[in-house]
C-alpha cells in the first residue's frame, strides 16, 4: 500500500481524532530506518510505521500523546534525538550505535487537503514535498525540488520540508513461473508489480500475489505507460518478439533497472539483434543479463530471489 501511515493520519483526522506524524529527519551512524521514514501516533496510542525499528518507538509514542493531550494551546512541533552516548538512548534501546533525530508535528483537520492532495500523487506515481509552515503548522505541498543526490528532510526559511517519493515499481514482461515467485517478493518489499503477456495461457489459472495482469504486447504497453526512474523492467519469456519489444521501448528511457533472462549465449544474440537496431554499446550496458545475482540460482524461486537481489542493490547504489 502506498505510504500506509498517510493513509492512516487522513482516517484518522477525518474521524476526528487527534494525529501527531514522527519523521526521521536526521541519522548519523547505524541508525536502523533511513531518514524520511514515517510513524503517525492516535491519541490513543495506536501507531502505523515506524521511525527505529523498535528501539525508541516507545519514547516517540509517550512524547506524541503528551502533545496531543496538552491541546490546542501547546506547540505543533517538537525535535527529538537519541544517541548511543545519551541515557536516553540507553534507556530506549538504541545500541545500534548510531544517532536518530525525530520531528514531531500535531496535525488538525487543516492538514487534510495537504494530505490527501500527497496521496493521489503517490498513488499516480508522483513525488513530491509535503510542507509544514513553523509559524503555524499549516501544512501543504510543493513539486519536488530538483537538487542533486537523495531528498532528505529539511527546513528552508520558515518551512519544514519532508519529500515524498513515489513508490517503486517492477514491470515483468512475462507470465512464467519465476514472475510468481517475484511478485510475491516485490511486493513484500514495497513495489508495486505489473506482468505484461500477451499469451492467455500463460497468464490463466496462475496466481501472482495481486500484481496487475496485463493483457498486450509489450512495445504496445510502453508506448501508453512509458517508464520512468522508478520503474525497474524485468524480461523473462526467453522469446525476442516479446522480450526485444519491451527492450526497444525502454533501453533509451529512465528506467532504474533493466534485466533479461538468458544465458550468456542467449544474450549475446540478444545484443547483436539490438545492434544492428541501432543501439550503441553504452545503451546495451543498462541490461543485466544473464539477469540476477550471481547466487548459483536454479529454481525459479532462487531465481527471483537473485532479480530482486539485485533490484535492491540498484536501488540502495543510487
Known sequence: MVHQELRAATAWLEARQGVVLAVVAR???????RAGSLMVVRNDTVF???????????????????MLEAGDGADWH?????AVATEDAW??????????????????????PALRETLNFLSAGKSLELMFSEADGSASTQPLSGKSGKPQPSIEGSSH??????????????AVHIAQHLAAMASECGFSVTIVDPRA???????????????????????????????????????????????????????????CLGSKKTHAARLERLQKEGFDADTLGKIHAPIGLDIKAATPAEIAVSVMGQIIQTVRAQ
Open 78 to 82: 517538537k525535535e527529538l534525538t537519541f
Open 161 to 174: 520540508i519532508i519529500p515524498m517519493i513515489a513508490p517503486l515499481s517492477i514491470v515483468v514482461v512475462g
Open 91 to 112: 534507556d530506549v534501546g538504541l545500541a545500534c550505535g548510531g544517532e536518530i533525530t525525530i520531528w514531531l508535528f500535531r496535525l488538525g483537520s487543516h492538514a487534510l
Open 48 to 66: 502505523e510505521g515506524s521511525v527505529s525499528g523498535g528501539c525508541v518507538e516507545g519514547a516517540v509514542i509517550s512524547e506524541a500523546t503528551a
Open 201 to 259: 495461457v500463460f497468464r490463466e489459472n496462475r496466481g501472482f500475489s495481486g500484481a496487475t495482469l496485463v493483457d498486450d504486447w509489450p512495445d504496445e504497453y510502453f508506448k501508453r505507460y512509458p517508464v520512468t526512474a522508478a520503474t525497474a523492467v524485468v524480461t523473462l519469456t526467453h522469446d525476442p518478439k516479446l522480450d526485444d519489444a519491451a527492450l526497444l521501448e525502454t533501453l533509451t528511457s529512465d528506467a532504474l533497472y533493466i534485466g
Open 27 to 33: 541519522t548519523w551512524g547505524s541508525a536502523p530506518r
